[in-house]
T-cell receptor, first 114, second 113 residues
Framework: DVKVTQSSRYLVKRTGEKVFLECVQD?????MFWYRQDPGLGLRLIYF???????EKGDIPEGYSVSREKKERFSLILESASTNQTSMYLC?????????????FGPGTRLTVT | DAKTTQPPSMDCAEGRAANLPCNHS???????VYWYRQIHSQGPQYIIH???NNETNEMASLIITEDRKSSTLILPHATLRDTAVYYC??????????????FGKGTKLSVKP
């Protein structure tokens, strides 16, 4: 089974702090994604990566950056956290050769910025 | 915006089949139908997908109408652990290197004893 793990299930940070969210997958997937999920807005893609050191902006990249130094790990960075970044953050991965709709998600990190 | 329409909620008795409908009347020829579910406070879980033909796996069956404008996800013997929000998603295949999944509001399925 594909396993996607995220570093924390719950996180509370203060406004202005730098926040790191880590995601690791153990199935040698080439593609990795970061989404945020908010009530009434569904999932929104922040960034994705289709290879080590490669990254592409999604629909809402502002205020975020990412890092993919190793194939299995994809990090989401909030350079200076703000209250409007309070959300559920979901990491996903998929095989390069698979259909692009077949993604495997981690359990999510619920981030609260106060 | 999501390209699909689903009922907001459904109930199902434990042990019975759960049939979840989805309308996707504007689907294009190169778009697949995917189903995911999300159990409370967890990440979404991939269930099944199809293009034209009906599909079955260990979790569920997917029935797509001949005109492809609607589909039904069938959980043959629902259990309490199947209580979740079920999302029907329509998306093209970008060749695996992209894939922005647009989740709509989904159907909240409640399986009752």
């Amino acid at each position: 089974d594909v396993k996607v793990t995220q570093s924390s299930r719950y996180l509370v940070k203060r406004t202005g702090e730098k926040v790191f969210l880590e995601c690791v997958q153990d199935m040698d997937h080439e593609n990795m994604f970061w989404y945020r999920q908010d009530p009434g807005l569904g999932l929104r893609l922040i960034y994705f990566s289709y290879d080590v050191k490669m990254k592409e902006k999604g629909d809402i990249p502002e205020g975020y950056s990412v890092s993919r130094e190793k194939k299995e790990r994809f990090s989401l960075i909030l350079e200076s956290a703000s209250t409007n970044q309070t959300s559920m953050y979901l990491c996903a991965s998929s095989l390069a050769g698979a259909l692009s709709g077949e993604q495997y998600f981690g359990p999510g990190t619920r981030l609260t910025v106060t | 915006d999501a390209k699909t329409t689903q009922p907001p909620s459904m109930d199902c008795a434990e042990g019975r089949a759960a049939n979840l409908p989805c309308n996707h009347s504007t689907i294009s020829g190169n778009e697949y139908v995917y189903w995911y579910r999300q159990i409370h406070s967890q990440g979404p879980q991939y269930i099944i997908h199809g293009l034209k033909n009906n599909e079955t796996n260990e979790m569920a069956s997917l029935i797509i109408t001949e005109d492809r404008k609607s589909s039904t996800l069938i959980l043959p013997h629902a259990t309490l652990r199947d209580t979740a929000v079920y999302y029907c998603i329509v998306t093209p295949d970008y060749g695996g290197s992209q894939g922005n999944l647009i989740f709509g509001k989904g159907t909240k399925l409640s399986v009752k004893p």
